[in-house]
């Protein structure tokens, strides 16, 4: 698909602005893109001064219904008192569209990335998951997907073959690791079965959670927000946890006992969850790879991932996948 046939290419500038003020916001002219590949989001300048964020859907990607619940858990963490921006709503609507693309206008929340070197960081993070997660259990997703190894992991793998995107002469290779690294998943998972999914933020990587400082002059509280819920989906609740977590075996011991140690003051975790740390963390590098591939009509990837599809970028995936299949052979990380 050349750029010009590419949906987003007829998303101007004076198309985002116009967008918001036929949904009742007064423009002034300002307009930033902020960093995102799914979809594409601007901060927008408004006539009083304040800024807002519209994050225009990726056309194709997500249904109504998806998007609908989407807004109501943002709306009903948010209406628990959890640090969540949640979208806007005009006249009882959340969702927009104008010229063919669909949007949804956040307030604009600063920040900064939390310091997950520090326990009391982690402690503060893992109380607000714990919150989420006792909203989430609540009720079910009826209309968004689910996470598990088929939709990350068997599906990502078939895409990618079946599309050739792995060079020739390392395509056994690559397929012969993967293979063995959804085997080990699916025992660690059957291992774990019983784990009831509820509903996740889905992406709780640094990046979606944005810190700020307590100024009691300013009479700010400070602490996490979390931002960007569009992969909520349903799944095992340490998807929300494991992202937190790095460095060698000993680091992310004390990582995880600071994080539940906040969790667990409002919703109990489940200690076979521990099983799946590893797991998702390699069903998450299958999923990434298929992601650049299903997105390669978009021209802000083969710009953003030059490297994609070289035999170097494929042979640093072999060489992750061997290790992974290493580390899901280990004992999990023990609970605290």
Known sequence: MTEAAHPYSTLTPDCVLDALEQAGWRVDGRLFAL????????????????????????????????????????????????????????????????AGFRFAVAPRMG??????????????????????????????????????????????????????FVPPELGEAWSSIASLALDAIERRWGEARGVPPIRLHGDCHPGNILWTPIDDRAGTRGGPHFVDLDDCRSGP?????????????????????????????????DARELLLIEPLRTLRLLHYSAWIARRWDDPAFPAAFPWFGTPRYWQDRILELREQVAVMDEPPLERP
């Not at 929300?240 to 995880?256: F, H, I, K, T």
Request: hydrophobic share 40%.
């Open 35 to 98: 960093n995102s590949y799914e979809n594409r989001v601007y901060q927008i300048g408004l006539d009083d001064g304040a800024s807002v964020v519209a994050k225009f859907y990726r056309p194709g990607r997500w249904r109504d219904d998806e998007i609908a619940e989407e807004h109501a858990f943002a709306l009903e963490l948010a209406a628990s008192e959890i640090p969540v921006v949640a979208p806007i709503a005009r006249d009882a609507k959340t969702l927009f569209a104008h």
């Open 111 to 164: 920040g900064r990335t939390p310091e997950l070197d520090d326990p009391e960081v982690l402690e503060w993070i893992g109380r607000f998951l714990g919150r989420i997660h006792a909203v989430g259990k609540t009720q079910p997703f009826r209309a968004r997907p689910a996470l598990d190894p088929q939709t990350f992991g068997h599906e990502p793998r078939d895409f990618l073959l079946e599309g050739d």
């Open 237 to 269: 609740a340490v998807q929300d946890l494991w992202m937190l977590l790095s460095g060698d075996r000993d680091a992310m011991q004390r990582q995880l006992a600071a994080v539940l140690r906040g969790y667990e003051s409002f919703c109990e975790f």
